[in-house]
């Protein structure tokens, strides 16, 4: 037990390092949500919009770009969460497998990296909460700060389990970017009042999305809501890990050169 948290806190504190030297995820962290959500204010009217919310089983009023805001954080949270747990992954893999080579055991390795996800998403979700309090009315900032947190888990898990599964990056960064429209495309208030298209509530960003609207624009706080990103994020996680545990490390060509000639 002692060896396996020494080498859980070791692999988290690596993982979190390879976070902080990717400067192209920083620089997406700190100025593309700010950006993103700046864009969804100038771009949309203050016309009110009737939209119906499922959380609250009641139609709500608010203007369109209040709504727009709320709709343009969450899907900049999936993308920044997506792309720094998805390229942290991928740059990893040979690592993971020296590591397994060398008798780390395979759980603390996943679990540093649920860890990293999960410290990511805080993060992103409290920068984004304070920018939406500046920029919005919010009514209820700690659910909305949890639906934030929500999505850059489900979103984070989702990177993390692509990370572990394609061949190359183009691949995983257009498979995170392709869901990610889709997913907050459907469930945009300002396109879709209804948000009645048939299986949106499978998406991953449902619950949150409906937990975010509620707390930042109504009196309601839907808690029950904002666990279904908790599913998701749980599904990639136990996917990552039989991925890691399916894996058969192999030693590199010059080491089994190296072991011929010694034989």
């Known amino acids: 037990m002692r060896l396996s948290w020494a080498a859980f806190t070791e ?15 920083l620089v997406l962290a700190v100025a593309f949500i700010p950006v993103w959500i700046g864009v969804a204010r100038l771009c949309t009217s203050d016309q009110t919009v009737r939209i119906w919310l499922d959380a609250v089983s009641t139609p709500v009023s608010a203007p369109a770009s209040q709504l727009g805001q709320v709709a343009s954080a969450l899907g900049a949270v999936t993308l920044v969460a997506g792309f720094i747990t998805f390229t942290e992954t991928f740059l990893s893999r040979q690592m993971d497998r020296r590591l397994l080579l060398a008798g780390y ?18 993060a992103l979700a409290f920068y984004t909460t304070i920018l939406l309090w500046i920029s919005l009315p919010v009514r209820h900032a700690t659910p909305l700060a949890l639906a934030l947190a929500g999505a850059g888990l489900a979103y984070g898990g989702i990177g993390l389990l692509l990370g572990s599964l394609v061949r190359g990056e183009l691949e995983g960064f257009f498979l995170i970017i392709m869901l990610s429209l889709v997913d907050t495309g459907l469930q945009n208030p300002v396109f879709n009042t209804l948000m009645d298209v048939a ?8 619950g949150v999305n409906q937990l975010a609207l509620s707390s930042a624009l109504t009196p309601h706080i839907p808690w029950s809501y904002g666990l279904l990103s908790l599913t998701w994020s749980a599904a990639t996680g136990a996917l990552a890990l039989l991925v890691l545990h399916t894996q058969r490390p192999s030693r590199s060509p010059l080491s089994r050169r190296a072991g011929a000639r010694t034989g």
Do not use: D, E, F
């Not at 692999?11 to 995820?25: K, M, P, S, V």
């Not at 299986?199 to 449902?206: D, E, I, T, W």
């Open 11 to 25: 692999l988290l504190r690596c993982t979190l390092r390879g976070h902080l030297r990717n400067r192209l995820a």
């Open 105 to 122: 055991p395979r759980l603390p390795i996943l679990l540093a990296k649920l860890a990293a996800v999960a410290l990511t998403a805080a």
């Open 199 to 206: 299986g949106v509530s499978a998406l991953p960003l449902y």
